[in-house]
């Protein structure tokens, strides 16, 4: 059974840090693209990060560029989003994503696994 979960979330003032992760059970990050979406009240689920399996490749969304940071340790098999200098429309609901198996396709469009979600919030 194929199992993400996340894990980091809370509640940060602006100009804070938080460290999201994602230990996966069941499968294996190291053979797939994984990364981050987010979804804020009365708003779509939108993409924010990804890490490639085959050259470790990341892309970001313009909004986090330069304060977010995707990596993965293969021997945990766990995911991580370093989230620095945090504002306050960061707020949402933060969702881990794994792609089918050696992807080559982005994670913005093939997902095959999530998480379940883990909440952050930021005050002003």
């Known amino acids: 059974q194929v199992q993400l979960v996340e894990s980091g979330g809370g509640l940060v003032q602006a100009g804070g840090s938080l460290r999201l992760s994602c230990a996966g059970s069941g499968l294996t990050f190291s053979r797939r693209n994984v990364g981050w979406f987010r979804q804020a009240p009365g708003k779509e689920r939108e993409f924010v990060a990804s890490?490639?399996?085959?050259?470790?490749?990341?892309n970001y969304a313009d909004t986090v560029k330069g304060r977010f940071t995707v990596s993965r340790d293969n021997a945990k098999n766990t995911v991580y989003l370093q989230m620095n200098s945090l504002r306050p429309e960061d707020t949402a609901v933060y969702y881990c994503a794994a792609s089918p198996q050696r992807s080559v396709i982005s994670l913005k469009t093939a997902t095959e696994y999530w998480g379940q979600g883990t909440q952050v919030t930021v005050s002003s």
């Open positions: 890490l490639g399996w085959y050259n470790a490749n990341t």
